[in-house]
């Protein structure tokens, strides 16, 4: 029996965390209308809109379930329990993981049974997607099962036994390849029955700036995984400053992804655009390394930095250090992904009537 409603779980999901999954989501459906207006090889068809909308919540609820399978996987392993005790002995992390579990708003054991549930509703959002694609667009059904399967796997196995890659230097190049190619190729080929080379530019760059939310988090992470023998990717690098210069490589690497489908044909001229968002790189990386070499200094959010909620209450409780380094993290990769789909919406001849 479990005590709890949906508000509880979904908050307790950490929910502010869907962005990662949706926004690559949203990428391969604004991709997709692209290709309704402009590409007669891809016809519309009403019921692509349908299936791209039960697309979106099943993966908004694999995301949540995943999510608290990790937080399960976390907390019976005791990786928890080690972090809180380091936490309160000095080292300086974010907020003890689990805490509705800690405190006993929810057992472990409910967190596994919804955790389950949320994946259980995926899946039967994916079965009917599917059932109807077939019947309607023609789907190519071992597209759609590689694409979910090789998720569903690599997000279970993320932080769960026997892989838990998350422990083993992986965990950022799993974020990577399931919150960017896993998740805007398929939400195109939802819609449309279709993969276009454009797409598949598009959702690498979206896979590696979701890789630079993570390894910032594990920047900032940085001693507190490290005595609770969790190796991420900068854990196995060993130490914070190389974990900076992943996240050099990663900008660099997702901006040059764009510079180069533009020169090969395979995206619009126009999604240079994105460059515009190059200041607010520079900046993300001017604090990270802040962070790595001056941790004291304070910083607040700047009106370039997006929207910043709660940032009274992230003072409070004393992780406005990590919550702004993280937060700015998930706002670039936004500002990106939605400037690259949009532009890829325009077609010059069309808005010059040629």
């Known amino acids: 029996m479990v ?23 949203i990428l391969g459906v604004l991709f997709a209308v692209a290709a309704w207006l402009y590409n007669p090889d891809v016809p519309f ?54 805490a509705y579990i800690e405190s006993g708003e929810a057992t472990a054991k409910e967190t596994r049974n919804v955790a389950w549930l949320f994946i259980a509703f995926a899946l039967a959002c994916g079965a009917a997607v599917l059932v109807l694609g077939l019947l309607f667009l ?9 694409f979910a399967g090789l998720g569903l796997l690599l997000g279970v196995m993320y932080a769960g036994p026997p892989l838990r890659l998350s422990y083993h230097g992986f965990g950022e190049l799993v974020v990577g390849v399931v919150f960017g190619a896993l998740i805007a190729i398929p939400a195109y080929y939802v819609c449309t029955a279709h993969i276009s080379a454009g797409i598949i530019w598009a959702s690498i760059p979206c896979g590696l700036l979701t ?52 020169v090969l044909g395979a995206l619009p001229i126009q999604t240079l655009l994105v460059l515009i968002t190059l ?34 209450a992230y003072k409070e409780a004393g992780i406005e250090w990590f919550m ?5 993290a998930r706002n670039l990769l936004i500002q990106f992904v939605l ?16």
């Not at 409603?5 to 950490?14: C, E, H, L, N, P």
């Not at 039960?54 to 949540?64: D, K, S, Y």
């Not at 702004?324 to 700015?328: E, K, M, P, S, V």
């Not at 890829?344 to 808005?351: E, G, H, K, S």
Request: some cysteine; glycine content about 10%; aromatic content about 16%.
């Open 138 to 146: 023609g789907y190519d059904w071992r597209y759609l099962a590689l």
């Open 211 to 262: 890789m630079n939310i993570v390894n910032t988090h594990a920047i900032m992470d940085f001693e507190s995984d490290k005595a609770a023998h969790r190796t991420t990717f900068v854990v196995l690098l060993g130490s914070k400053m190389a974990g900076f210069w992943v996240d050099v490589v990663l900008l660099v690497a997702a901006y040059g992804c764009i510079i180069a489908g533009v």
């Open 45 to 98: 068809y009403p019921i692509g809109l349908v299936l791209g909308a039960l697309g979106f919540i099943g993966v908004g609820a694999a995301h949540t379930g995943i999510n608290l399978l990790d937080d399960y996987f976390d907390y019976t392993k005791g990786a928890v329990a080690e972090r809180a005790a380091l936490i309160d002995g000095g080292f300086r992390a974010r907020l003890h993981k689990c």
């Open 3 to 25: 005590k709890q409603g949906f508000k509880f779980w979904f908050r307790a999901s950490r929910n502010p965390a869907l962005g990662q999954s949706l926004t690559p989501y």
């Open 279 to 312: 200041p607010v790189a520079i900046g993300f990386l001017r604090l990270v390394h802040l962070y790595v070499t001056n941790p004291d200094q304070v910083e607040t959010p700047k009106w370039w930095m997006g929207r910043f909620k709660q940032w009274e």
């Open 339 to 354: 400037i690259v789909a949009l532009t890829n919406l325009l077609n010059f001849d069309w808005l010059f009537g040629y």
């Open 324 to 328: 702004l380094r993280w937060a700015l």
